[in-house]
C-alpha cells in the first residue's frame, strides 16, 4: 500500500510569506503529527491531529497551524515566515493517537523540505 | 532539556561487524520506544519498537534492549553492511498520558567502514 506522501518536497519561501504544506497519510490511518528537523534543535513535535482535531501541540508559536480533513488529509501552515523557520518537516501517520493506550507504530513521509531567504 | 538522548554523535564500524547503538531517555513515565532509521534526503524509518512490559525485542538483523533500571536503550545491528550507513534515532512515548507526540534524540550517524 502506498505510504505517506508530502507535497511539495521542496520549497523556498521569503521572509514575512506563508506556506502551507500538504500530507496524505497511509489509508486507514486516522492520525497525522508534524514534525520540524533541523540540524541544531534535531526533530521536534509540533502538531498531533485525529478524527479532524487536534490532539496534542508541541512548544512552537501561533504562527505554526494546521488542520485535518474528513478523508484524514492534513495541512500545515506557517504564516510571516522567518530565517529561522528553514527545516525538514516531516509527517507522520498512525492508525491511533500517539500516546494513548494503544501503542501503534508512525510512519513518516519524505519531507518538505522548506528555505526561507 | 532532550528527554531522550544518545550517547554518541558518531559511530563508525567495520562491514560485517555487529553495531551497537545507545540511547538515554530521562522521563521514567516513558513505556513506548521506538527506533528509526533515517538515510540522506529521506524521512525517518521504522526500525523496531519495544514497550515497557519488555526487557528485548528482536527484528530482523536487529535487537533492541531495554533497561529500565537506569532508562537506556539500545538497538543492536547484526553483521553491519552499507545499507546500513544512516542517523539512528531513538524516540519515547507515553501511554495513554496524551504526550506531547513522539520525543526524538538527536541522534547517531553509523558508518559503515569497508
Known amino acids: 500500500k502506498a505510504g505517506v506522501t508530502q507535497t511539495p518536497r521542496y520549497l523556498i519561501k521569503t521572509r514575512g510569506q506563508q506556506v502551507t504544506l500538504s500530507c496524505s497519510p497511509i489509508?486507514?490511518?486516522?492520525?497525522v503529527s508534524w514534525y520540524q528537523q533541523t540540524p541544531g534543535q534535531g526533530l521536534q513535535f509540533l502538531f498531533e491531529?485525529?478524527?479532524?482535531?487536534?490532539?496534542n501541540k508541541g512548544n512552537f508559536p501561533g504562527r505554526f497551524s494546521g488542520r485535518q480533513f474528513s478523508n484524514s488529509r492534513s495541512e500545515m501552515n506557517v504564516s510571516t515566515l522567518e530565517l529561522g523557520d528553514s527545516a525538514l518537516y516531516l509527517c507522520?501517520?498512525?492508525?491511533?493517537?500517539?500516546?494513548?493506550?494503544?501503542?501503534?507504530?508512525?510512519?513518516f513521509g519524505q519531507g518538505t523540505r522548506l528555505t526561507v531567504v | 532539556g532532550e528527554s531522550v538522548g544518545l550517547h554518541l554523535p558518531t559511530l563508525s564500524v567495520q562491514e560485517g561487524d555487529n553495531s551497537i547503538i545507545n540511547c538515554a531517555y530521562s522521563n521514567s513515565a516513558s513505556d513506548y520506544f521506538i527506533w528509526y532509521k533515517q538515510e540522506s534526503g529521506k524521512g525517518p524509518q521504522f526500525i523496531i519498537d519495544i514497550r515497557s512490559n519488555m526487557d528485548k525485542r528482536q527484528g530482523q538483523r536487529v535487537t533492541v534492549l531495554l533497561n529500565k533500571t537506569v532508562k537506556h536503550l539500545s538497538l543492536q545491528i547484526a553483521a553491519t553492511q552499507p545499507g546500513d550507513s544512516a542517523v539512528y534515532f531513538c524516540?519515547?512515548?507515553?501511554?495513554?498520558?496524551?504526550?506531547?507526540?513522539?520525543?526524538f534524540g538527536k541522534g547517531t550517524h553509523l558508518i559503515i567502514q569497508p
Open positions: 491531529y485525529f478524527s479532524e482535531t487536534q490532539r
Open positions: 489509508s486507514g490511518h486516522r492520525s
Open positions: 524516540a519515547e512515548n507515553i501511554s495513554g498520558g496524551g504526550a506531547d507526540g513522539l520525543t
Open positions: 507522520a501517520s498512525s492508525l491511533v493517537v500517539l500516546g494513548s493506550f494503544m501503542n501503534t507504530e508512525a510512519f
